[in-house]
């Protein structure tokens, strides 16, 4: 891929404790950070965007949709032969760690893939879930020495020891074209999406409709209790799963919110 180099002067600054959305940005601040290091894309940081709008309208928290998709999908990765976790630049920069710390727990590879894919980023993406203690990553280099069919990004090169042979695959942060074509190779496809309205959250077989951030510690905490129950549990935990009832709950969940939010507004006294 032909690149393009850059200079910005971006400012680092210190996000003050008292700050009443101090966490949201404590996110931008690191994903910035990230992007100095050459982990994330300027590309990222608008999809980010777009995932912090609908974060909003979620409340900010992980609420009962998610947690039931989290539970489903930590049924599947417990359940898989080969589970494989795609790590992009955005979910690298927020959860590496817990991504390390999910692989360990569900026995699964994890592996670099990425839209705007250079070696040196790829190579900054292993090096960071290193340092959190992976001790394999796939999909950098020429181990990507395999493609998914009807795709034409740089996401369609794969790991032959990996996705290609996944029959689980976890995608925090996708876009709806590869969930598609990874669903159309048969394979379970769990997707974490802020965004319900997404191609990839409606083509996904599990989409935990909450932010990174959230929704993969609950993982690894979720995995670490399922994994004391037998196989036949887990199995009636898939069987029960619909994906179409969770996506309606979470945006019946936000056009309720949104109605809620405006009576009140519309009751509250005139300047108040
Ligand atoms: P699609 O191709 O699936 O329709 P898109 O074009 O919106 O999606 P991208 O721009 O590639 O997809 O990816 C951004 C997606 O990631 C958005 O749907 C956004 O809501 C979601 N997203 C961004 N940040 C987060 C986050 N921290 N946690 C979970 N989801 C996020």
Request: proline share 4%.
């Amino acid at each position: 891929m032909k690149t393009k180099k850059v200079f910005i002067e971006i400012p680092l600054v210190e996000v003050p404790s008292s700050h009443p959305r101090r966490e949201s940005l404590v996110l931008r601040e690191k994903l910035v950070n990230a992007m100095i290091k050459g982990i994330v894309v300027p590309h990222g940081l608008i999809a980010h965007g777009r995932g912090e709008c609908f974060d909003y309208l979620l409340g900010e928290r992980t609420q009962p949709f998610a947690k039931k998709a989290i539970e489903a999908a930590a049924a599947a990765l417990i359940l898989a032969k080969n589970p494989v976790i795609s790590v992009n630049g955005n979910s690298a920069a927020l959860a590496a760690k817990h991504i390390v710390e999910l692989a360990k727990v569900v026995d699964a590879d994890i592996e670099v893939n990425l839209f705007y894919r250079t070696y040196r980023r790829e190579q900054a993406i292993a090096q960071l879930l290193r340092s959190f203690g992976a001790s394999k990553v796939l999909g950098v280099g020429e181990d990507a020495d395999a493609v998914i069919p009807e795709l034409h990004s740089e996401r369609r090169r794969v790991s032959s020891r990996g996705i290609l042979r996944a029959d689980v695959v976890l995608v925090p942060l996708e876009d709806g074209d590869r969930t598609q074509a990874l669903v159309n190779m048969g394979k379970l496809v769990i997707a974490i999406d802020l965004n319900p309205l997404s191609r990839t959250s409606m083509s996904a077989n599990i989409t935990i409709v909450d932010n990174v951030v959230r929704a993969i510690p609950l993982l690894v905490e979720t995995a670490r209790r399922l994994i004391k129950e037998d196989n036949r549990y887990l199995r009636s935990i898939l069987r029960n799963y619909d994906n179409r009832a969770t996506l309606a709950e979470a945006i019946n969940f936000i056009a309720k919110r949104l109605v809620n939010l405006s009576k009140e507004l519309s009751s509250a006294p005139r300047g108040s």
